[in-house]
């Protein structure tokens, strides 16, 4: 095909794409705003030492997935609940929680997600504080050069997590894009045997078309 055939075809249906695009890109638009927004609150909670120690950093690093294992526990989740009164099991309440392990920096990372963002920062600074509260005993049997820290580098923010709507509209309207070029690709096709112009019919022929008879009234 020549460029004029490209030309042709977008003057002729890039209405098409141009439809399939919008009422996609609606589509999830609307979507979006049905969903109910959902909310994940995070904070970091550092690992500290006593004493500047490479030995005992070195061990506070492998201890660190423990850490974090015990502070994922039901048995605080149940805590948390227990202080913030919430409305839920601790099972539920683990599904909605992430533990991450950063140990190039020594930090623990919690996520929470709820449907309400204000809540969802409550849930982590509760966790965290349970966190500095479970190393405190801990330290309390041990030596003072040996102890390590719990310390929470800021208190927890939240952000919404999803729905995405200007990702969602975005994707939405390339996905209609590609659904509007697949239809006219596809009628082009079908009508690939008709000639519509005296040019086409040369192109098609190597005949020199001399007439054209005009359509009726």
């Keep these: 095909m020549k460029i004029q055939d490209y030309v042709r075809i977008l003057r002729h249906r890039g209405w098409i794409i141009l439809l399939a695009a919008v009422v996609t890109a609606a589509s999830a638009f609307v979507f979006s705003k049905l969903q109910t927004p959902v909310y994940r609150s995070s904070i970091e909670v550092s690992i500290q030492l006593a004493r500047p120690d490479f030995g005992l950093a070195q061990s506070a690093k492998l201890l660190l997935n423990n850490f ?7 048995q605080y989740a ?3 609940i227990d202080r913030l009164d919430l ?10 929680v992430t533990f991450a392990v950063d140990d190039a920096r020594m930090v623990i990372k919690i996520d929470v ?14 966790w965290a504080q349970l966190f500095q509260e479970w190393r405190n005993e801990q330290n309390a049997r041990q030596n003072k050069e040996d102890r390590v820290f719990a310390e ?10 999803r729905p995405k709507t200007m990702i969602n509209v975005a994707a939405g309207g390339i996905f209609g894009l590609v659904i509007g070029v697949v239809i006219v690709f596809v009628l082009e096709w079908l009508e690939a045997g008709i000639v ?4 086409e019919l040369e192109r098609e022929t190597g005949v020199t078309v001399l007439g054209v008879i005009p359509p009726t009234q």
Excluded: C
């Excluded at 974090?68 to 039901?74: F, N, P």
């Excluded at 997600?113 to 509760?126: F, H, K, L, P, V």
């Design 78 to 80: 149940q805590e948390v």
């Design 113 to 126: 997600d709820d449907y309400d963002g204000e809540q969802a920062n409550n849930i982590a600074n509760t």
């Design 87 to 96: 409305m839920r099991t601790a099972k539920d309440l683990k599904g909605d």
């Design 152 to 161: 929470v580098i800021d208190p927890a923010s939240y952000r919404q997590l």
């Design 196 to 199: 519509r112009l005296p040019q």
């Design 68 to 74: 974090s294992a015990t502070m994922w526990s039901e």
